[in-house]
């Protein structure tokens, strides 16, 4: 369900790449299992199982919490809305723009806490590092320095050889 309780359907293309995670054929190996192992009709959630309430999200982060625990993470850092951020964050490392990940996270377009949620990746990072450096190596740096420094002593003759160090 979503913040007004009503759910919403996300659409998503099937990935024919063998070293990528394709979400639909995720979902559909979840419901053949579903359908063939328990009997499930097709009129149920989708993870539920006979015998068996349905998933909520206190079931949801206790199962995260067991899995932090026995992979050696803190559990007490994981929560439901983990997945949510960790998704905002992913989605935004790929290069997606905002509004598709306000889509498919739920946000309003104009969210002002959608920045919140996303991080850069590290081939962002990388861009960001190898541009730097890029522009270091040009000189940029230095000629940055010289203008500080000449600006300075401009100044300090200006104000009759006194100035103020920062």
């Known amino acids: 369900m979503d913040q007004k309780g009503r ?3 996300l659409r998503h293309v099937r990935q024919h790449s063998n070293h990528q995670a394709c979400i639909v054929q995720e979902l559909e190996q979840w419901v053949a299992t579903l359908r063939d192992q328990f ?6 959630y989708l993870f539920s199982l006979p015998g068996e309430s349905d998933l909520t999200s206190e079931k949801l982060a206790t199962a995260m919490k067991q899995c932090c625990v026995r992979m050696g993470i803190k559990s007490e850092l ?3 809305h983990s997945l949510r951020f960790g998704g905002a964050t992913m989605l ?3 290069g997606l723009p905002y509004y598709i990940i306000a889509y498919y996270g739920g946000w309003s377009e104009n969210s002002q806490t959608l920045p919140l949620y996303t991080q850069p990746g590290r081939e962002a990072a990388s861009k960001v590092s190898a541009a730097m450096a890029k522009e270091a190596g040009n000189g ?5 320095i010289r203008d500080y420094v000449q600006m ?3 100044l300090a003759r200006t104000n009759g050889g006194s100035h103020t160090s920062h």
């Open 152 to 154: 300075h002593h401009r």
């Open 39 to 44: 009997g499930l009709a097709d009129d149920r």
């Open 140 to 144: 940029l740096a230095d000629t940055f």
């Open 92 to 94: 935004a490392a790929s």
């Open 7 to 9: 759910g919403r359907v």
């Open 78 to 80: 994981v929560s439901c």
